[in-house]
């Protein structure tokens, strides 16, 4: 393989991982709080991109104002998915949350095939994000740039919000000790309603620019993405936030690097996440450097 | 008082019980056999496969209290391993045009009942190699690790076309699987079943679920009753695979998705997680609704306009109802509770004191 | 030095913290032996190294003559050591009988597939588990209970079925973890004579955990005392009664208050 190639994959890797690592931060986030494996979570990136593409086609809106309009939206999308798929069982068996969950998943894919059809439909891809350009000689998609450097000032973003302000110090807490922080006179429901906010909105935007990058939009199409950044949150150690990041990275530079150098293992490229889950789950069950997943006694 | 007293004199009339309903079931299928309409027979077909799988299901998800999400992963090996058994060696050759069938499979062939247990066994041989990383996990990582080992069989169909024939997929089998064929495995899995969890075992395996840590201070290995459960779950799943795949005659790998555990899991929930009753109750209505509601599918006439059919309708309901069931009615028609002659006696007034 | 039972200097550590320091104790067959401190000192801790929920860091677990350290817990408790659980762990949804009936299922002989096939042979032990853990309900005064989901008893009746499921494991050391916890003086006196009443009838050893001080001084022969994950003090009721360091780990110091 050339240097040149290598590099293309390279680049390719990283921008596929900066969009794991942020449908996987919405995992971590919920998951620390809930104890919850939002399985419908990856569904919002279906969402997120028909949105967008009903703002962009149906009202005509630059993609400057249809993009945030359609992350915004998701957003809202994540907090009403958990006031009527969560909140009615946060007292139950764990086992019907997570069935909630999946039935929610269910209906989000569906009620998109029945109102928008199962046909793929076409993202409008802006003319700035479509350029290549040439950088030490090696031709890269101006978005497979575009992608690692948004989802740092996502990162920034989200970063400074839970480790700096107040809010993010309440939702730290309530990942602690969800009873204890309600104690303490802080509203849990609205923390909770918060981490939804802010984990869809990211995985609206990872969806926006999936579907920038693979420009084809159907009512499944975030399934394997979901699953995949769930077990990126997993490699990363669940409930730790950079852990996910890196997760995610490492899933898809492992991911791109995987078919790039043994090309006829491409089709079992849907396999290698699980696979690596399963591994981790056998050896290093904290994941790369989160706690201990194991239940303990 | 003793229990042994109350045990004998209810356990003949039970006996008779039993096999009084069985008599009727077998008069029933009969009578549909000679005159039932095809579509009948096919629903009562599906309904009994769905009875295997759902009571085989509900063993590791309602009695072990485990959310295992890959019961398709057993069902596709079971269904590939008994066609590829009951197809002639010339079939096989004819079918498998992009790659030849690997040796055995090229020349083997078998009859369809050694070939439903051919199936059950591969599926039990898998299901106990992937028990170990499977359960040093429990809670929401064992759904997603079982979720795993099905998305990877799904892709390993696709891939190893020298076994499976990738998505090509598996046509012109045998139509073996009739009524007597799907309804007696459906009434030995309910028997087996049964007595597995009103044994020893099965209590140890309730005690798991209520509280691990205190079974386990009780002496109950963990492990190796929840392998056993998901082993005999495993086993029945993939013995349902071989019946669906020589009802359906047609087998491909987007016949085996996350989508029929998904169907599993509608059925166990409405059905009432942990009762084999309700596991039966829930499959029958859903091989009966299922049909139903095609009409919500299909182009509708009202007379004057006609409203087109809207796909994914049925799984919007489906989806629907799973989540009202979960949210409102948690324990679903039956909750943890069975079916039993003594009931129905007292029910009817008919129990001597 | 007997054969019994016997902790070797063990040491629980959890990352950094130090829960268990150096635990080092001989019970004789027969001896009714208590562990008491003020709360956090590590007295659970203890019970689960033993029980093996926990494997200690370094130490051993002798017992009868064979070093049980690291098996699991329910090897463990086939080998003769059962506990309850300070915090109730009943299988609640399970009715009283069956609950005991858990206990059995360690023993039993015959194979799975005879269990699935409906043998005559397992059927007839599955008969006489029956009839010995409608004996062990007798004997704590929940017979007439048997059928009732364990989840619905009282506090008290949750309590001896607790104590009943232990025993039907056929324990010959029994380790009884806050016994007494939660319970008013009325039937703590009973407790106490039930305790009594089953370590003669049964041939048991107990190890109890209580805060209770006069259940405990009242009951034990013999016991001892930990603070902080460290053994202060061992010795009869009267010794410990007039023992110094005890009073202060329980009075405190100003630093502990």
Same mark, same amino acid.
């Given at each position: 393989m050339s240097a040149t190639i290598f590099f293309q994959q390279l680049s390719n890797g990283i921008s596929l991982g900066s969009l794991y690592a942020l449908v996987a931060i919405g995992y971590t986030m919920v998951y620390g709080i809930?104890?919850?494996?939002?399985f419908a979570h990856g569904d919002l990136l279906m969402v997120a991109s028909y949105t967008?593409?009903?703002?962009?086609?149906?009202?005509?809106?630059?993609?400057?104002?249809?993009?945030?309009?359609?992350?915004?939206?998701?957003?809202?999308?994540?907090?009403?998915?958990?006031?009527?798929?969560?909140?009615?069982?946060?007292?139950?068996?764990?086992?019907?949350?997570?069935?909630?969950?999946?039935?929610?998943?269910?209906?989000?894919?569906?009620?998109?095939?029945?109102?928008?059809?199962?046909?793929?439909?076409?993202?409008?891809?802006?003319?700035?994000?479509?350029?290549?350009?040439?950088?030490?000689?090696?031709?890269?998609?101006?978005?497979?740039?575009?992608?690692?450097?948004?989802?740092?000032?996502?990162?920034?973003?989200?970063?400074?919000?839970?480790?700096r302000t107040k809010v993010g110090k309440a939702m730290r807490a309530a990942s602690k000790?969800?009873?204890?922080?309600?104690?303490?006179?802080?509203?849990?429901?609205?923390?909770?309603?918060?981490?939804?906010?802010?984990?869809?909105?990211?995985?609206?935007?990872?969806?926006?620019?999936?579907?920038?990058?693979?420009?084809?939009?159907?009512?499944?199409?975030?399934?394997?993405?979901?699953?995949?950044?769930?077990?990126?949150?997993?490699?990363?150690?669940?409930?730790?936030?950079?852990?996910?990041?890196?997760?995610?990275?490492?899933l898809g530079l492992g991911e791109i690097l995987l078919v790039a150098f043994f090309p006829e293992l491409a089709q079992y490229r849907d396999a290698f996440a699980f696979v690596l889950l399963i591994l981790v789950l056998l050896f290093r069950p904290t994941g790369i450097m989160g706690e201990p997943i194991t239940d303990k006694t | 008082m003793t229990w042994k007293g109350k045990d004998m004199d209810t356990s003949k009339r039970n006996l008779y019980c039993n096999l009084a309903a069985l008599c009727l079931l077998a008069v029933v299928l009969y009578l549909f056999d000679q005159y039932g309409t095809e579509y009948q027979i096919r629903i009562l077909n599906n309904m009994a496969v769905f009875i295997t799988l759902a009571v085989s299901y509900n063993l590791v998800n309602g009695m072990c209290g485990l959310l295992h999400l890959g019961p398709n992963a057993f069902i596709t090996i079971g269904a590939y391993t008994s066609a590829l058994l009951t197809m002639s060696p010339m079939e096989k050759q004819m079918s498998f045009i992009i790659e030849p069938l690997i040796w055995p499979f090229s020349v083997l062939q078998a009859p369809f009942f050694v070939s439903l247990i051919a199936g059950g066994v591969m599926a039990t041989i898998f299901a106990f190699i992937i028990s170990f990383p499977v359960f040093r996990v429990r809670g929401d990582y064992l759904a997603i690790v079982t979720l795993g080992f099905g998305e990877v069989i799904r892709v390993l169909c696709n891939a190893l076309q020298g076994v499976t024939n990738g998505p090509l997929g598996l046509k012109g089998l045998q139509p073996y699987t009739n009524l007597w064929w799907s309804w007696g495995i459906a009434v030995f899995t309910i028997i087996v079943i049964t007595k597995l969890?009103?044994?020893?075992?099965?209590?140890?395996?309730?005690?798991?679920?209520e509280d691990e840590i205190a079974a386990k201070a009780m002496g109950v290995d963990p492990f190796r009753h929840l392998m056993l459960a998901f082993l005999v779950s495993a086993f029945f799943c993939g013995v349902a695979g071989g019946l669906m795949a020589h009802l359906i005659t047609t087998i491909s790998p987007t016949l085996f998705t996350f989508f029929l555990t998904f169907n599993l899991l509608i059925i166990i929930v409405v059905?009432?997680? %942990?009762?084999? &009753?309700?596991?039966? @109750?829930?499959?029958?209505?859903?091989?009966?609704?299922?049909?139903? +509601?095609? !009409? /919500?599918?299909?182009?509708?006439?009202? %007379?004057?306009? &006609?409203?087109?059919? @809207?796909?994914?309708?049925?799984?919007?309901?489906?989806?629907?109802? +799973?989540? !009202? /069931?979960?949210?409102f009615a948690r324990r679903g028609i039956m909750g943890r509770n069975e079916f039993s002659w003594n009931w129905l006696f007292t029910k009817l007034g008919l129990n001597a004191k | 030095m007997n054969d019994f039972f016997r902790l070797e200097s063990?040491?629980?550590?959890?990352?950094?913290?130090?829960?268990?320091?150096?635990?080092?104790?001989?019970?004789?067959?027969?001896?009714?032996?208590?562990?008491?401190?003020?709360?956090?000192a590590g007295k659970t801790t203890v019970f689960n190294m033993i029980t093996g929920f926990?494997?200690?860091?370094?130490?051993?677990?002798?017992?009868?003559?064979?070093?049980?350290?690291?098996?699991?817990?329910?090897?463990?408790?086939?080998r003769g050591i059962a506990r309850t659980f300070q915090n109730i762990r009943l299988f609640s949804d399970m009715t009283v009988l069956e609950n005991v009936m858990v206990s059995f299922h360690h023993k039993v002989r015959s194979r799975f597939w005879k269990a699935m096939l409906g043998l005559p042979s397992h059927g007839k032990e599955e008969r006489r588990i029956r009839q010995e853990s409608y004996r062990f309900l007798q004997e704590l005064n929940l017979g007439h209970l048997a059928d009732e989901k364990a989840g619905n008893l009282a506090y008290g009746q949750q309590r001896r079925l607790e104590i009943a499921r232990a025993l039907a494991t056929y324990p010959k050391l029994l380790l009884l973890d806050e016994p007494a916890a939660g319970?008013?003086?009325?039937?703590?006196?009973?407790?106490?004579?039930?305790?009594?009443?089953?370590?003669?009838?049964?041939?048991?050893?107990?190890?109890?955990?209580?805060?209770?001080?006069?259940?405990?001084?009242?009951?034990?022969?013999?016991?001892?005392?930990?603070?902080?994950?460290?053994?202060?003090?061992?010795?009869?009721?009267?010794?410990?009664?007039?023992?110094?360091?005890?009073?202060?780990?329980?009075l405190g110091e100003p630093k502990h208050a």
């Open positions: 809930l104890r919850l494996i939002n967008a593409i009903y703002a962009v086609t149906m009202f005509s809106l630059p993609w400057y104002l249809s993009f945030p309009l359609a992350i915004a939206l998701t957003g809202c999308i994540g907090i009403l998915m958990d006031k009527v798929a969560y909140k009615p069982l946060r007292d139950a068996p764990r086992i019907s949350l997570l069935i909630s969950a999946i039935g929610a998943s269910f209906l989000l894919e569906n009620l998109a095939l029945v109102i928008i059809g199962g046909i793929p439909k076409g993202f409008p891809r802006p003319e700035i994000f479509a350029k290549v350009i040439e950088i030490l000689g090696v031709r890269v998609q101006v978005l497979t740039i575009y992608i690692p450097i948004m989802t740092l000032v996502f990162l920034m973003a989200l970063l400074y919000i839970v480790y000790d969800i009873e204890t922080t309600r104690l303490m006179g802080i509203n849990v429901d609205r923390i909770i309603a918060l981490t939804f906010l802010m984990g869809s909105s990211l995985a609206a935007a990872g969806g926006i620019m999936w579907a920038l990058k693979y420009p084809q939009v159907n009512p499944f199409m975030g399934v394997i993405p979901g699953l995949k950044a769930f077990i990126a949150a997993v490699l990363g150690g669940i409930g730790d936030i950079i852990g996910a990041v890196v997760g995610g990275f490492v | 969890v009103n044994s020893s075992y099965g209590r140890a395996m309730k005690a798991i679920r059905g009432g997680l %942990g009762s084999t &009753t309700g596991a039966v @109750i829930g499959a029958a209505l859903f091989a009966w609704g299922g049909e139903a +509601l095609r !009409v /919500v599918e299909s182009p509708m006439n009202f %007379g004057a306009f &006609t409203i087109p059919g @809207i796909p994914g309708m049925r799984m919007v309901l489906f989806s629907v109802i +799973l989540m !009202v /069931v979960i949210i | 063990l040491v629980m550590q959890f990352g950094g913290l130090t829960a268990v320091k150096d635990f080092s104790l001989s019970i004789e067959p027969g001896e009714l032996v208590g562990l008491i401190g003020p709360n956090g926990l494997t200690p860091t370094s130490g051993r677990v002798l017992w009868q003559g064979e070093d049980i350290t690291g098996l699991s817990v329910h090897q463990i408790t086939a319970m008013n003086p009325q039937e703590t006196m009973e407790l106490a004579d039930l305790v009594l009443e089953i370590r003669q009838k049964h041939a048991l050893t107990i190890f109890l955990i209580e805060h209770d001080m006069k259940f405990v001084m009242g009951l034990c022969e013999r016991i001892k005392v930990l603070d902080y994950g460290i053994s202060i003090a061992e010795g009869t009721p009267e010794e410990i009664q007039s023992n110094p360091d005890v009073i202060k780990a329980y």
